[in-house]
């Protein structure tokens, strides 16, 4: 692969059903060790999106490419081993254990290692994630938040080029969220997210992509992106960049405004 060859490529993506326009002419490319957050309002056509990109929903129009080559000329089984999606519908089967279920990530490889080698692969990828205590425990006693460690432990053991999480934080509590993703960062993979929550984005992403109505606001980097212009009129919320008051960072925090000083003479300089 050309070193300039962006990892995956979207080129005028387009999604129709039922004569609604879902996803319209969306182009955008991500590069090997990007961590792209797609964001946007309920509705805004974040999961269509992702979908197109890992192949799971057939585009109406455009298309997309995986290391230079078109997205729909890869089987299931050619796009398995190359990505990982940990999607909010998976429904695994409550009575299997954690580690069965790590291990099915290795079903796109079966055939290329021994088996001992592909248990321990997996049981690597609970390690990292840390879940080895669970690792006989069954999915169906895991709680929401454990299960969704689970999801990405059988995404990890599954060693994708890239990795695709659809809201992987939506069970979990403040830190849990902020500690998941900061578990993705640290394995240094390729991935593509949608992210409901605006404060994780900054802390996580090295590109992001602002959807409103179906049609891309923005792709760019965290700051570019989440202009106070922009998110203002997409999320009606405010983005305030502060010192953080004890550590050496800056924090960028999302406040809905006060409608009463809103309409008071407050200028934007006061809290830019
Ligand atoms: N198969 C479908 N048929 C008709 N409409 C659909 C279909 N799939 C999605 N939609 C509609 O397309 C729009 C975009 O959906 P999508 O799930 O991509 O949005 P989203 O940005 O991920 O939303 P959310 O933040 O609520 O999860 C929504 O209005 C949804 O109802």
Same mark, same amino acid.
């Given at each position: #692969?050309?070193?300039? %060859?962006?990892?995956?490529?979207?080129?005028?993506?387009?999604?129709?059903?039922?004569?609604?326009?879902?996803?319209?002419?969306?182009?955008?490319?991500?590069?090997?060790?990007?961590?792209?957050?797609?964001?946007?309002?309920?509705?805004?056509?974040?999961?269509?999106? @992702?979908?197109?990109?890992?192949?799971?929903?057939?585009?109406?129009?455009?298309?997309?490419?995986?290391?230079?080559?078109?997205?729909?000329?890869?089987?299931?089984?050619?796009?398995?081993?190359? #990505?990982?999606?940990?999607?909010?519908?998976?429904?695994?089967?409550?009575?299997?254990?954690?580690?069965?279920?790590?291990?099915?990530?290795?079903?796109?490889?079966? +055939?290329?290692?021994?088996?001992?080698?592909?248990?321990?692969?997996?049981?690597?990828?609970?390690?990292?994630?840390?879940?080895?205590?669970?690792?006989?425990?069954?999915? +169906?006693?895991?709680?929401?938040?454990?299960?969704?460690?689970?999801?990405?432990?059988?995404?990890?053991? %599954?060693?994708?080029?890239?990795?695709?999480?659809?809201?992987?934080?939506?069970?979990?509590?403040?830190?849990?969220?902020?500690?998941?993703? *900061? @578990?993705?960062?640290?394995?240094?993979?390729?991935?593509?997210?949608?992210?409901?929550?605006?404060?994780?984005?900054?802390?996580?992403?090295?590109?992001?992509?602002?959807?409103?109505?179906?049609?891309?606001?923005?792709?760019? +980097?965290?700051?570019?992106?989440?202009?106070?212009?922009?998110?203002?009129?997409?999320?009606?919320?405010?983005?305030?960049?502060?010192?953080?008051?004890?550590?050496?960072?800056?924090?960028?925090?999302?406040?809905?405004?006060?409608?009463?000083?809103?309409?008071?003479?407050?200028?934007? *300089?006061?809290?830019?």
């Amino acid at each position: #692969m050309d070193a300039s %060859q962006p990892l995956l490529e979207a080129r005028e993506l387009s999604a129709t059903a039922n004569g609604q326009c879902l996803v319209s002419a969306v182009s955008l490319s991500v590069a090997a060790g990007d961590r792209l957050a797609i964001i946007g309002p309920n509705g805004a056509g974040k999961t269509t999106l @992702l979908r197109m990109l890992c192949g799971t929903l057939r585009p109406s129009a455009g298309d997309v490419r995986f290391s230079g080559r078109r997205l729909e000329t890869f089987s299931a089984a050619e796009r398995a081993l190359h #990505m990982a999606v940990v999607g909010q519908t998976d429904q695994p089967d409550p009575r299997l254990a954690v580690i069965d279920y790590v291990e099915l990530g290795r079903v796109p490889h079966a +055939g290329l290692r021994r088996r001992s080698e592909q248990r321990d692969i997996a049981v690597e990828a609970l390690r990292r994630t840390g879940l080895l205590p669970l690792l006989g425990r069954t999915i +169906g006693s895991l709680s929401g938040g454990e299960r969704q460690r689970a999801q990405l432990a059988r995404a990890v053991a %599954q060693e994708p080029k890239i990795l695709f999480l659809d809201e992987p934080t939506n069970h979990l509590d403040p830190r849990a969220r902020s500690e998941l993703l *900061e @578990l993705v960062s640290q394995f240094g993979m390729t991935v593509v997210a949608v992210l409901h929550d605006l404060s994780l984005v900054t802390p996580f992403a090295t590109r992001v992509a602002v959807m409103n109505e179906a049609r891309l606001q923005a792709f760019a +980097g965290p700051r570019e992106a989440l202009t106070k212009q922009l998110i203002r009129q997409i999320f009606g919320v405010d983005v305030l960049r502060l010192r953080h008051p004890t550590e050496d960072r800056e924090l960028t925090v999302f406040d809905v405004p006060n409608r009463a000083s809103s309409h008071s003479d407050l200028t934007k *300089e006061q809290y830019s």
